[in-house]
């Protein structure tokens, strides 16, 4: 299994600086949505940290986050912001087992081609403990393909991804559609998922 595209991860290498360096803020609201469901002190994996503002965020709330991203180059600089190291981890290569109470994984997970992505969120179910929560989001569509700087998207439907995640067993899956932007300045659907792994 090869979760990644090329040309996406060497977007995200050439552009490492100005990406991580426009002043993103961390999602408040859906951060504290989701570290709701984690007791004080959960251990948490981000997915996808790109400049770091969502796990200093989780960090400052005394969360034990460990922070990783798929482009070294993207990786260097949020341990450069958090002063921590942050690992350069593919999500092919996930196999933590039963380990962290929540997994962030915040625009990334829309990279992964559509044929890997069951494969790749039962890695990370298998990484969650019993009872822990997954949050992950994607950009709205019908039909996979390339934004305007050549970048993958698998741009599912809300029927699509709950197709993806249905292997679980999960205890819940919700799926949230709201509007938004991204990098590209653009007017964007996104889809966000808040899934819990079952108790048992």
Known sequence: MSAKDDVTIAFYAEQAT???????????????????????????????????????????????????????????????????????????????????????ANACLLHVPRTDLPAVIGRIHRALKPGGVFHASFKAGEAEGRDQFGRYYNYPSADWLEQAYRPGPWESVGIEAAKGGGYDNKPTDWLFVLARKARC
């Open 18 to 104: 100005a990406y991580t360096t426009r002043g993103q803020v961390a999602q408040k609201r859906r951060l504290d949505q989701f570290l709701s469901h984690i007791a004080p002190g959960g251990a948490i994996l981000e997915l996808g940290c790109g400049a770091g503002q969502d796990s200093e965020y989780m960090l400052s709330g005394g969360f034990d986050v460990t922070p990783t991203d798929g482009t070294p180059e993207i990786a260097h600089a949020a341990a450069r912001r958090l002063g921590r190291p942050v690992d350069v981890l593919l999500f092919e290569a996930i196999d933590a087992v039963g380990i962290y109470d929540g997994v962030w």
